[in-house]
């Protein structure tokens, strides 16, 4: 059974930094990408920021770019998200998900959303 289990989230004020936690577990065959996608009251879900588990690639959304940083452990099968120089618009449910094989581009994938795998999330609170 896929389990995706996420942390690292909290209450951390405007210009701070938070690093976000996925564990991932039960792949039996892989997976093709893990990303970060958010989700705020009234909002639509966004994809943040992906990142391939053959190659490394990855995209970021831009409202997020130069800020974020997203990295794997493959050993732990583990993902980060480092978080830096954060806004109040960054506040959101963030969930980590998993793409079991390839339909598009990271990219594409992550602008969708179109993973198969999803944790429950964490919330980020950014105070201004």
């Known amino acids: 059974q896929v389990q995706l289990a996420e942390s690292g989230g909290g209450l951390v004020q405007a210009g701070g930094s938070l690093r976000l936690s996925c564990a991932a577990s039960g792949f039996t065959s892989g997976f093709y990408a893990i990303g970060w996608f958010r989700q705020a009251p009234g909002k639509e879900r966004e994809g943040v920021s992906c990142?391939?588990?053959?190659?490394?690639?990855?995209y970021y959304a831009d409202s997020v770019k130069g800020r974020f940083t997203i990295s794997r452990d493959s050993a732990k099968n583990t993902v980060y998200l480092q978080m830096n120089s954060l806004k109040p618009e960054d506040t959101a449910l963030y969930f980590c998900?998993?793409?079991?094989?390839?339909?598009?581009?990271?990219?594409?994938?992550?602008?969708?959303?179109?993973?198969?795998?999803w944790g429950q999330g964490t919330q980020v609170t950014v105070s201004s």
């Open positions: 990142i391939s588990s053959s190659d490394g690639s990855t």
């Open positions: 998900a998993a793409a079991g094989r390839v339909r598009a581009t990271v990219q594409t994938m992550c602008v969708r959303g179109d993973y198969d795998y």
